[in-house]
């Protein structure tokens, strides 16, 4: 492995296996699929400041019930979330939401630290596409989280976890909060996981 200032080298095997596993699975709104990379050395626990990966996007009532919802899961494994302007630690978040017709393609996704995310891209705090009309159930909605540990002082990312999960859009489990719930609790299952490993969490 080696460092460098805000991404993580991985190797290209494990990248390309990640990425063809989560391009070519289905995800149904009971599950959601969740890779996560880190550096294999301990993370420390402590105070942590949720916020948005564009600073632009830090005062969004939306992002704000994002965060609330981040903060309660990020606990469970040893946080503590705060609002300080000094910790030595931020978790950086990304939300991207893909609408399509059942049977279309998903949105192309890459996978890994430093990489793009797929529509909208890391440092895009909400990514939108909206069918024209009312919601139909032959319409999917596709939710991706991303989530980014980093440590202020050298800006080194420590760890980065992603989580898409699909859902028909007339149902409750299309509701943005309910999904990104979903895919907190997830994405933090016993972690920081398997670095490089792609899961389906039921």
């Not at 503590?80 to 939401?97: H, K, Y």
């Not at 440590?151 to 760890?159: E, G, I, S």
């Not at 149902?171 to 609790?185: K, L, N, Y």
């Amino acid at each position: 492995m080696l460092r460098f200032r805000g991404s993580i080298l991985l190797p290209m095997a494990a990248l390309m296996l990640a990425g063809s596993m989560v391009s070519g699975c289905a995800t149904t709104a009971t599950q959601v699929e969740v890779t996560r990379f880190h550096l294999t050395q301990p993370i420390p626990r402590g105070d942590i400041r949720i916020m948005p990966a564009d600073p632009s996007l830090n005062d969004s009532l939306e992002n704000k019930q994002y965060a609330a919802v981040i903060g309660q899961e990020i606990r469970t494994v040893g946080f503590r979330p705060t609002d300080a302007a000094n910790t030595e630690q931020l978790l950086l978040f990304s939300v991207t939401r893909h609408v399509r017709a059942a049977g279309a393609p998903r949105a192309p996704v890459t996978i890994g630290i430093g990489g793009g995310t797929g529509s909208g891209g890391f440092g895009v705090g909400v990514g939108t596409s909206f069918p024209i009309g009312t919601p139909k159930a032959r319409e999917l909605v596709t939710y991706t989280l991303n989530l980014r540990i980093r440590r202020v002082q050298d800006n080194v990312v420590l760890w980065e976890g992603r989580a898409t999960t699909e859902a028909v859009m007339t149902t409750a489990a299309a509701d943005p909060r309910t999904a990104i719930a979903r895919m907190t609790s997830a994405i933090f299952t016993d972690f920081p996981g398997e670095s490089g490993k792609m899961i389906v969490v039921k």
